[in-house]
Nanobody
Framework: QVQLVESGGGLVQPGGSLRLSCAAS????????MGWYRQAPGKQRELVAY???????NYADSVKGRFTISKDSAKNTVYLQMNSLKPEDTAVYYC????????WGQGTQVTVSS
């Protein structure tokens, strides 16, 4: 069993920053990749960014240059630094880990509004 615990969401003004964290625990010794997806009201869940065990990263076009994903392998933790936030970034952000199958966190709300 794998558990993902997210933290760091909240309310921020446009142009502001937030950092999300996701700590993985359970029966894993390594992961193929960890990352973040988001789902806005009335929209499908979409990939935001992921990082592989080897350190390769991938970002959605809409967040390139504003968001940075990083990891602490010793802690099985992944971070998402979000800068220059826009109202359209408002969504529930879900942590994802792929290790033979997909695991999901419970989600954390990010609201960008003045």
């Amino acid at each position: 069993q794998v558990q993902l615990v997210e933290s760091g969401g909240g309310l921020v003004q446009p142009g502001g920053s937030l950092r999300l964290s996701c700590a993985a625990s359970g029966r894993i010794s390594r992961f193929s990749r960890m990352g973040w997806y988001r789902q806005a009201p009335g929209k499908q869940r979409e990939l935001v960014a992921y990082i592989t065990s080897g350190g390769s990263t991938n970002y959605a076009d809409s967040v390139k240059g504003r968001f940075t994903i990083s990891k602490d392998s010793a802690k099985n933790t992944v971070y998402l630094q979000m800068n220059s936030l826009k109202p359209e970034d408002t969504a529930v952000y879900y942590c994802n880990l792929y290790f033979a199958t997909d695991y999901w966190g419970q989600g954390t709300q990010v609201t960008v509004s003045s």
